[in-house]
């Protein structure tokens, strides 16, 4: 029989549900369960894909394709279980899903309601999560209780465990336990009101996580204990990570969260608590042997979520190396203003990420410009591949025209182009080259040597390509096509052989990166960085001790 565990957030957003779910995830995995992560998210879009990284942080892909919530990210970073279409819905998808059957008439004629048809839907795709082959689902419910549009979502969860056996359920409520610099204390009334919201929609949690930046007092968890009526144990404290957010799942184990779940669920089969690779990874974080700077450039450096999953693969393959990376977020734009002297000169590396649209494009291929002539390690992704291509075709080929077709439909030299069967797409959702594709590599390029097979499976989300009527001239300048699809037909990755490290790739390796198996390219360019940093301090000591 498969457990279920419903995570909730109250008091305020942000609170780190994402995380705090994946860590549980995580330490349920480490103890030897097969563990399945779902995220069910309140808003109306029937699809995230088209949602802006201002508002929503960055769209995570999932190798079917699936454009999803940033959360599903920390999900497959954190657990191994592969992430699919029915483990993020929104609101909108329920009501569609819904309504579709209405038009169907699949209710016969009934009054269609929230109660049951919205709820029964919401049900059956957390059903769908179990099975034979996993012990746990756990599902987040975006948003925070007192909301109007996760009410659904909470009345759905509150008759599930009426339909499974309330032994087979564990809620828990993710809290905010502030501190008031004032009084000099940290006030509990916000999750008394938080779970008493809770308790009036009839879910009674079984665990409150409780964030906070301050320790909780033995007298602080019994006064939260008695008022939301759960035992004084399961009141878990969660303190601020300053640090890095690889120590939520050590901070949860010290407070015996793993312990206390399968004890509530009745885990039988749940091995001893293996942490080891996790404390390990935590040393090399604390103990760096180098530091470097990696500059980020992209048009939507202010937002913090936006380029998410890139920030953590460049530090997952910081902990690699053993060297702590500071990033720098450069705008794009800004360097069209400033120039790229006095912005990226101190970099030990250039990275430049996906994205839509023309603002900002100039700047890119400015930056790539910059790291190809002086020979600073550059690794582009997606639209950075393309903007790698631009400048090649412009400035070692001379074509000046060259550009993509996204941003300039007549251009004279439209290097980067769509692909003759997408030339009539109109419509903005579900139109792209979405998911895991495959790929070859050339065994002898930076790519094949840092992957160390020949064909690779990388998930794509973008809708132009590298223009092949191209592809000889650029090959006789000297860009090297290390990665095509397997039929030849579509450029993956190029290079510069005569750089140090110049590698750009048509896919976004960044979702497939983990903090304890770093992505192979993004552990390949920090190593070249280290080793550009290293050589320049080299020469800077030199120079320092002439003069
Ligand atoms: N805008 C480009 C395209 O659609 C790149 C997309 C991306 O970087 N994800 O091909």
Redesign the pocket.
């Given at each position: 029989m498969t457990k279920h565990i419903f995570v909730t957030g109250g008091v305020v957003s942000s609170l780190g549900k994402g995380l705090t779910s994946a860590s549980i995830g995580m330490l349920l995995e480490q103890r030897g369960l097969r563990v399945r992560m779902q995220k069910l998210d309140p808003y109306i879009n029937v699809d995230p894909g088209t949602m802006s990284p201002y508002q929503h942080g960055e769209v995570y892909v999932l190798d079917d394709g699936s454009e999803t919530d940033l959360d599903l990210g920390h999900y497959e970073r954190f657990t191994s279980g592969l992430l699919s279409r029915d483990c993020n819905y929104t609101t909108g998808q329920i009501y569609l899903s819904v309504i579709e059957k209405e038009r169907k008439g699949q209710f016969l004629g009934k009054t269609v309601q929230v109660i049951p048809h919205i709820t029964n839907e919401i049900k059956s795709v957390v059903k769908r999560m179990g099975g034979d082959d996993v012990d746990v689902v756990i599902t987040e419910i975006g948003g925070t209780v007192g909301d109007i549009e996760s009410l659904p979502f909470l009345e759905a969860i509150r008759q599930f465990s009426l339909d499974v056996g309330r032994e087979n359920v564990l809620y828990m409520h993710l809290t905010l336990v502030p501190y008031l610099k004032a009084a000099d204390e940290l006030k509990t009334k916000p999750t008394q009101h938080s779970v008493g919201q809770l308790r009036m929609i009839g879910i009674q949690p079984d665990v409150l996580v409780c964030r906070c930046e301050h320790s909780i007092s033995r007298d602080d968890r019994e006064k939260i204990a008695l008022f939301c009526n759960v035992p004084v144990e399961a009141v878990i404290e969660e303190k601020d990570k300053d640090f890095s957010i690889y120590e939520v799942p050590l901070s949860l184990v010290e407070n015996k969260l793993d312990e206390l779940v399968i004890k509530k669920l009745g885990l039988t089969s749940a091995k001893p608590l293996d942490i080891s690779p996790w404390t390990d990874l935590l040393h090399r974080l604390r103990n760096p042997h180098h530091e470097i700077s990696i500059a980020v450039v992209g048009k939507y450096a202010e937002h913090k979520d936006a380029y998410k999953s890139i920030y953590e693969s460049i530090d997952h393959a910081g902990m690699h190396h053993q060297a702590q990376v500071r990033i720098g977020r450069i705008q794009s734009a800004d360097i069209e203003r400033e120039g790229c002297e006095r912005l990226l000169s101190g970099y030990d590396g250039i990275l430049v990420p996906?994205?839509?649209g023309e603002r900002g494009i100039e700047g890119k291929v400015q930056a790539v410009k910059f790291a190809r002539e002086r020979g600073i390690p550059f690794f582009g992704?997606?639209?950075g591949m393309?903007c790698a291509v631009i400048d090649y075709g412009r400035n070692v080929m001379n074509l000046e025209a060259a550009h993509s077709s996204?941003f300039d439909k007549d251009t004279q030299h439209p290097v980067i182009c769509l692909l003759d069967e997408q030339q009539n797409v109109t419509q903005m959702g579900g139109t792209?080259r979405l998911g895991s594709q495959p790929a070859k590599l050339d065994p002898e390029s930076v790519a094949g040597k840092a992957y160390g097979v020949t064909e690779v499976n990388e998930r794509h989300?973008?809708?132009?390509e590298f223009n092949n009527t191209y592809r000889e001239s650029f090959e006789a300048a000297g860009l090297k096509f290390s990665g095509t699809s397997p039929d030849g037909g579509l450029v993956e990755i190029v290079e510069i052989p005569a750089h140090p490290w110049f590698c750009a790739v048509q896919f976004?390796p960044e979702f497939k990166s983990k903090p304890l198996q770093a992505h192979p390219l993004f552990a390949g360019f920090v190593g070249a960085a280290i080793e550009r940093h290293q050589s320049r301090s080299t020469k800077d000591g030199l120079g320092v001790s002439s003069r």
């Open positions: 996906g994205g839509f992704i997606c639209l393309q996204e792209m989300r973008h809708r132009y976004h």
